[in-house]
T-cell receptor, first 114, second 110 residues
Framework: ETGVTQSPTHLIKTRGQQVTLRCSSQ?????VSWYQQALGQGPQFIFQ???????GRGNFPPRFSGLQFPNYSSELNVNALELDDSALYLC?????????????FGEGSRLTVL | RKEVEQDPGPFNVPEGATVAFNCTYS??????FFWYRQDCRKEPKLLMS???SGNEDGRFTAQLNRASQYISLLIRDSKLSDSATYLC???????????FGKGTRLSVIA
């Protein structure tokens, strides 16, 4: 167990709806990253939060947004859902000052958009 | 060209076999290299970091060739429990976002 928990584990939405996914990071970790993993693909970086500020963003449109809270937990929000947003959304925590490159992933939230 | 490219799978091997996975990366400024393992419908987990001098962890050996921008993972004496998807991962530094390959699926058969 990594200590990173995500909710919900599964959800189904329809096109145009909005979704909020939640993540509690591992104790002692101050950085949260979100990744999208489509079926048969590797995880793709969405963005990273450090001390409640966005600290890097991948090639995702603005309808993907996030928040990090003082307790380092985080949310990923996706507006105007599209069919291609169907994927496993992975949250990962780390300690930014560390240099091991190891991310501790949660089990993910599996989103299906119909 | 994709940032990280891996051998297409799946690899189906008998128990006890030796299997090698290859990976190439496009950004020559990359500094950090890893292999992650992902079991079916589970999250990725770090298998091992890859160092310039090569490194070994039990049955697993990782190699890095910076000149060729090539990374490899060798698994000796395959076990049924090695069945998983192996993800090649690259980063510009330890603190920058990880870039994952598509992964190569390994099935070890009794």
């Amino acid at each position: 167990e990594t200590g990173v928990t995500q909710s919900p584990t599964h959800l189904i939405k329809t096109r145009g709806q909005q979704v909020t996914l939640r993540c509690s990071s591992q104790s002692g970790h101050n950085t949260v990253s979100w990744y999208q993993q489509a079926l048969g693909q590797g995880p793709q970086f969405i963005f990273q939060y450090y001390r409640e500020e966005e600290n890097g963003r991948g090639n995702f449109p603005p309808r993907f947004s996030g928040l990090q809270f003082p307790n380092y937990s985080s949310e990923l929000n996706v507006n105007a859902l599209e069919l291609d947003d169907s994927a496993l959304y992975l949250c990962a925590s780390s300690f930014l000052a560390g240099d091991t490159g190891e991310l501790f992933f949660g089990e993910g939230s599996r989103l299906t958009v119909l | 060209r994709k940032e990280v490219e891996q051998d297409p799978g799946p690899f189906n091997v008998p128990e006890g076999a030796t299997v090698a996975f290859n990976c190439t990366y496009s950004n020559s400024a990359s500094q950090s290299f890893f292999w992650y393992r992902q079991d079916c419908r589970k999250e990725p987990k770090l298998l091992m970091s890859v160092y310039s001098s090569g490194n070994e962890d039990g049955r697993f050996t990782a190699q890095l060739n910076r000149a060729s921008q090539y990374i490899s993972l060798l698994i000796r004496d395959s076990k049924l429990s090695d069945s998983a998807t192996y993800l090649c991962v690259v980063a510009l530094s330890g603190n920058t976002p990880l870039v994952f390959g598509k992964g190569t699926r390994l099935s070890v058969i009794a």
